[in-house]
């Protein structure tokens, strides 16, 4: 590694910048309520996770909005439901709803956000999704989280 960082390559930034990202994960929702990837994975050897999601459309939160939210697989429909009934100005979340590892804000085109959680209550065992819980989103806009070795 020293000897390529004194060489000034640019495959030891690469490889630095690769290293630092492996605890985080970028997704991009659009005006066609779609997600540009159907699963995220996250390295057990992370202590926390941090997804960034951007929203590479034009249309306004209220009416094209988008989220990202992980739960077990099982508990993403009923989140979902519930979440649909707490509105928009609680992101579509039932307020204190622990079935919810992570989620961000409810962002519209343009916009960004991001979310921090704990993977270490994560287990192999479980089977993880993450979605969309604006109102009818879930449909399209879902896919799976692995925990990698
Ligand atoms: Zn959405």
Request: overall charge negative; proline content about 3%.
């Amino acid at each position: 590694m020293i000897k390529k960082l004194l060489g000034g390559t640019a495959l030891f930034l690469l490889a630095s910048s690769a290293f630092a990202s492996e605890c985080e994960a970028t997704v991009e929702s659009n005006d066609a309520m779609q997600f540009n990837t159907k699963n995220v994975t996250i390295p057990a050897s992370c202590t926390e996770f941090t997804v960034t999601l951007k929203h590479t459309g034009q249309l306004p939160k209220q009416s094209m909005g988008h989220n990202w939210v992980m739960t077990t697989k099982e508990n993403g429909q009923p989140v979902a439901t519930d979440g649909m009934s707490a509105g928009l100005d609680n992101d579509y979340i039932k307020p204190g709803d622990d079935r919810v590892i992570g989620a961000t804000d409810i962002i519209g085109g343009g916009e960004q956000t991001s979310t921090t959680f704990s993977v270490e209550g994560l287990s192999k065992d479980e089977e993880y999704m993450f979605f969309c819980s604006f109102p009818g989103h879930i449909g399209v806009m879902k896919g799976t989280v692995t925990l990698s070795s």
